[in-house]
């Protein structure tokens, strides 16, 4: 199946009545290595994992082996539980809690669903099963929302690494991002038109976000970038479902995150050299943790 | 006599790709590029060797050198070394399953020629020859090799692969791909190049299923065939 670009993508669903979700299956059926019966139960492991995994780290306490991170999905959860100063949705919170019990239990080298990254892993499942539970949704809607996910990531990484070493952030949570927007729209049955324009806008937000992992671990920001990113990708889907559309299309978008990635400095590519990685708190940190790694 | 291949290059972007390259692997984290394409990269490694390795150095190129103690890059090579797989709980623990193996972690300076995230396995095998494999982890647990000793390759471990180093004259292929069909298994892809019409030549089989070992040195017997590697898949 020739699918090069976003705008391929579109006239496919358009002329043959289907939803992302459903284009995805297609093309992966039609790569020919598994028939649909075989990617869909592919596609349920993942959902699978991705629910176990959220499921161990929610209320763990157990910090991560820098001690950076650790307990805090566990934190949104009693807020979300008990607070009277609240004032998100159920399901925003469950979002922001799932996203760190995922990112969280990958700091602590537990099992995880690479989406599209291990350190963007938080994102699509936090926002699809949120989704999921607080909108009664069935699991076949849902495997073909992580599809559509997929698709979108799948189209990405023809331009781009997903890597913060290669294009910084906005190739990891950035993708991870827009991927979920997509997800949500599917999900909610909006159009295929509605979903790339949520990618969009939820890439044009994310373009240029650097990778400056502090002492080089998986930990700050990442762990709660993702956690806000769920909302971020929410707030992209609703937008697009309210049929504001994106100026830029998604094609483009990606071809000028492709050049700001090119453009980004070796010390904001996930080298530990620069951003939040520089900052003396960091450095500090940094200077303590290795004195002790090698004492 | 060893040569220097040209590089061939084959970008891995731009191909269409399995969904299932972007939602997976199942792995253990942090980092999908530096856990679980470490420990792919050593698992390819050990497929390349195919016999006991005795010692290994790892030499850790850019962003690889810099953050390799934070991403746990070091257990994931000496896991993928073992025979681990990126979804298997003991890479957190690889340093207490060395046994008899041998290791060395070798930061290396900088050298912006190179990707990101890079190593050089270097191994010390059984029969007591020494192997040089180059390998680059490319994001999303997505794990290139582009050197084998001398010789330039373009390895993903997606198929399972025969690469084959010869002289070039008529019939070769024939010959090769004879043993292949008579195990019955199909042909993927075949990549082949010379650097001169009867110089050496360079051929690249992916398979849908491994070769069997018997075939391999039916294949290593044919004469003017210089090296044969028969690599396995990376498991999923």
Known sequence: ?295 | VPYLWPVQDESPLNTPGSLFDVMGPIMVGPSSSHTAGAVRLAQLARFIANQPIHHVTFQLYNSFAKTYRGHGTDRGLLAGILGLSVNDERIREAYQFTGSLQYTFQVMPDDSSLPPNTVSIILGLQDGTQQTIVGHSLGGGKVLISRIDEYHVNLRGEYPTLVLFYQDEPGMIWQVTKCIAENKINIATLNCARRAKGSQAFMAICLDALLPESSVAQIKAIQNVYVVHNIDRLPS
Request: glycine content about 8%; aromatic content about 4%.
């Open chain 1, 1 to 295: 199946m020739m699918l090069q670009t976003f705008s391929d993508l579109l006239q496919l669903c358009q002329q043959e009545s289907l939803s992302i979700g459903q284009a995805a299956l297609k093309y992966e059926v039609a790569r020919g290595e598994k028939d649909e019966a075989a990617v869909l139960a592919s596609v349920r492991m993942m959902l699978d994992q991705m629910k176990a995994t959220i499921q161990s780290g929610l209320y763990s306490d157990e910090k991560s082996m820098s001690g950076l991170s650790g307990g805090f999905s566990h934190k949104v959860m009693t807020f979300f539980e008990q607070s009277d100063k609240k004032f998100m949705s159920p399901v925003e919170h469950k979002m922001m809690a799932y996203a760190l019990a995922t990112m969280e239990e990958n700091s602590r080298m537990k099992k995880i669903v690479a989406c599209p990254t291990a350190g963007a892993s938080g994102v699509v499942p936090a926002v699809l099963i949120a989704l999921q539970e607080e909108k009664h949704l069935s699991d076949q809607t849902m495997e073909l929302a992580l599809l559509a996910a997929g698709l979108v990531g799948e189209l990405v990484s023809r331009r781009m690494y997903l890597s913060g070493a290669a294009a910084g952030c906005q190739a990891e949570v950035g993708v991870a991002t827009g991927m979920s927007a997509a997800g949500i729209v599917d999900a909610m049955g909006g159009t295929p038109q509605q979903g790339l324009d949520a990618t969009a806008i939820a890439f044009k937000n994310m373009m240029g976000l650097v990778c400056d992992p502090v002492a080089g671990l998986v930990e700050v920001p990442c762990v709660k970038r993702n956690s806000v990113a769920g909302i971020h990708a929410s707030a992209a889907a609703t937008l697009a479902m309210a049929d504001i559309y994106s100026f830029i299309p998604l094609d483009e978008v990606v071809e000028a995150m492709v050049k700001v990635g090119q453009l980004m400095h070796p010390s904001l590519k996930e080298s530990a050299e620069g951003g939040l990685a520089a900052t003396p708190t960091a450095v500090a940190f940094t200077k303590n943790l290795f004195h002790q790694g090698s004492s």
